[in-house]
């Protein structure tokens, strides 16, 4: 059953809008949230992260959005540039010590960004 | 340069004879996990390795071995192959101080395999 989930496999964007792509969880102790990005051929690179004590992290043209109530997170792009076209994969991690360092991902988003 | 290592890049083989993927990394990083990637399932994690000697199940170990005998190398050891395990296969790194340090990791260029 999986714990984290990315509902959209696909989204399509115009170059210079914006970019939002959604992730759900189900596991009410994670408490630690991350977003990587994956080109083709190549392994995932880090992207932006955010703790659950905080509901907004911001770098650059990235930004997540946590709310915890509902279980959600979002991952916002402004604007969003033909590069930013890759697979970008939810991730998240709860702090129990047994399971520091259980990372659970998503199914991922294919964003690509066109001209 | 920086960087996680993984060996083979391709590699096809038969159902049953043992094969090893081999993961180096040069950053002294405490962590290291293995992961496949198939579609429509996302990533999900092996094993991980918090420290030399240091091994603790992911979502999916069954049928997968590994082994941290030292810092910088973390084999992936399939013992008997199966198709299921066909896959694309990614090793990870990353220091293991603190939890933001554990959890945004380093991955290697990825493992084709391919199990006949």
């Known amino acids: 059953d999986q714990q984290v989930k990315q509902n959209s496999p696909s989204l399509s964007v115009q170059e210079g809008r914006i970019s939002i792509l959604n992730c759900d969880y189900t596991?009410?102790?994670?408490?630690?949230f991350l977003w990587y990005k994956k080109y083709p051929a190549e392994g995932p690179t880090f992207l932006i992260s955010?703790?659950?004590?905080?509901d907004k992290n911001e770098d650059g043209r990235f930004t997540v959005f946590l709310n915890k109530s509902a279980k959600h997170l979002s991952l916002h792009i402004v604007p969003s540039q033909p590069g930013d076209s890759a697979v970008y994969f939810c991730a998240a991690s709860e702090a129990r010590g047994s399971t520091l360092g259980r990372l659970y991902f998503g199914r991922g988003t294919q964003l690509t960004v066109w001209p | 340069e920086a960087q996680v290592t993984q060996n083979p890049r391709y590699l096809i083989t038969v159902t049953g004879k043992k094969l090893t993927v081999t993961c180096s990394q040069n950053m002294n990083h405490e962590y290291m996990s293995w992961y496949r990637q198939d579609p429509g399932l996302g990533l999900r994690q092996i094993y991980y390795?918090?420290?030399?000697?240091?091994?603790d199940k992911g979502d999916v170990p069954e049928g997968y071995k590994v082994s941290r005998k030292e810092k910088r190398n973390f084999p992936l050891i399939l013992e008997s192959p199966s198709p299921n395990q066909t896959s694309l296969y990614f090793c990870?790194?990353?220091?293991?101080?603190?939890?933001?340090?554990?959890?945004?990791?380093?991955f290697g260029p990825g493992t084709r395999l391919t199990v006949l």
């Open positions: 990870a790194s990353t220091y293991g101080t603190g939890r933001r340090a554990i959890l945004e990791q380093f």
């Open positions: 596991n009410s102790m994670f408490d630690y």
């Open positions: 955010i703790s659950s004590i905080k």
């Open positions: 390795s918090m420290n030399v000697e240091v091994t």
